[in-house]
């Protein structure tokens, strides 16, 4: 099987790139939203990205991609399994299909367990899989309503609950949500748009000079994937460093008060619902400075998350026909320009 297209091989889409790398480095932002034109990179980007994570130590044969030190409770695998059976594994990435079933994405009964054995037995699902790493939903503004209260539920809690056919099941499931659609496809419900941590609109390259180049890549990766790959690592392997090194460091990025003021003061100017967003702009603005290898939040930092971190969790507002974008550019002009805190 080949490798997925190389994320640091896609041309322009920095915004997207952006918000993907922090979601990487930072997974309890809340994952990532990317609307915008089909073509565009979108899937790509997603598949890509997981390439570069770090890999992750589990249980040789386990199921619910325990992390060792941490097994869940219905994990038999690694309930049994002695140190030596350890392995490393690349963090993975589940596509949830939009026809999915409740059973395959929560799991279900082992049907063929309990036919051959007349044991009971439960078969983890999609969630389990995702546990540690990424769940992936391309048109997710298509997809069903039962899912997507699901998806909220265990998105919340981190724990997928399973209550049928006299089986109770619960694992962790803590995954990176990333879901990708065509905005004139359907709109997303507000209360998955709200669990998005970030969300950036994506669109076709203006210049002809980017469309050409899109092509010559494109066309070189399908010809020889190996070569191209090869072409690409040593600006994959500078990526992937760094993200361990952002992650390492993510949670100990100095925020100031007058940082933190400055978001608080943008979120009301802005009308903002609860706090939701000032935690993702403060934990956005704090992979963003992981991300550059500075221990120090910046102003610049904060100004560059704003947009994606906030845009999605704007009222409408029938008085002003901007959209939310201009709306978040257009409070970032106010307070960037205005004395804030102790500034």
Known sequence: MA??????????????????????????????????????GKSTAVRALAELTPELVSTKGCRYNCDPATPAEPCPVCAAAPRSDRIKRRAPMVDLPLG??????????????????????????LLAKAHRGFLYVDEVNLLEDHLVDLLLDVAASGVNVVEREGLSVRHPARFVLVGSGNPEEGELRPQLLDRFGLSVDVASPREIASRIEVLKRRDA??????????????????????????????????????????????CMQLGVDGLRGELTLMRATRAKAALSKRSKATVEDVLAVAPMALSHRLRRDPLDEAGSKVRVDRAISEIAGAPVGNA
């Open 3 to 40: 490798k997925p297209y190389p994320f640091s091989a896609i041309v322009g889409q920095d915004e997207m790139k952006d918000a993907l790398l922090m979601a990487a480095v930072e997974p309890s932002l809340g994952g990532v939203l990317v609307f915008g034109d089909r073509g565009t």
């Open 221 to 266: 990766y399908e010809q020889d994937p190996d070569a191209f790959h090869a072409l690409w690592e040593k600006d994959e392997q500078k990526l992937a460093r760094r993200i361990v090194a952002g992650r390492k460091t993510v949670g100990t990025v100095e925020l100031s008060e007058r940082l933190m003021t400055m978001m608080a003061h943008l």
């Open 100 to 125: 999915a079933t409740e059973d395959r994405v929560c799991g279900a009964l082992d049907i063929e367990k309990a036919l051959v054995s007349g044991e009971r037995a439960f078969e983890p699902g």
